[in-house]
Nanobody
């Protein structure tokens, strides 16, 4: 059974950090491009960061550039999102998604989706 499971969300103060994990089961991630999306209450889903299956090329949304870093560990079949300098506007449910492709994008044309992990940035 193909599955993506996110973890690592929680409550953090502004300026703090969190690392989200996206663990895959039922398939191996090395041939898949992976992306993180987020959706805040009352807002559209937003592509945050993505990483290609080859060469690990990444792409970040302007809203998180310089603060968030996506990475992958194919040996662990897991993708990570390191989030630093968090702001209240980063509060959202974060979801990872996978597509069998070399290249990634922040357009939600992905085959497999996780259930999400909630991130709340508040003092």
């Amino acid at each position: 059974q193909v599955q993506l499971v996110e973890s690592g969300g929680g409550l953090v103060q502004p300026g703090g950090s969190l690392r989200l994990s996206c663990a895959a089961s039922g398939f191996t991630l090395d041939a898949y491009a992976i992306a993180w999306f987020r959706q805040a209450p009352g807002k559209e889903r937003e592509g945050v960061s993505c990483i290609s299956s080859k060469d690990g090329i990444t792409y970040d949304a302007d809203s998180v550039k310089g603060r968030f870093t996506i990475s992958r560990d194919n040996a662990k079949n897991t993708v990570y999102l390191q989030m630093n300098s968090l702001k209240p506007e980063d509060t959202a449910v974060y979801v990872c998604a996978a597509v069998k492709s070399v290249y990634c994008s922040l357009i939600p044309a992905y085959s497999f989706w996780g259930q999400g992990t909630r991130v709340t940035v508040s003092s």
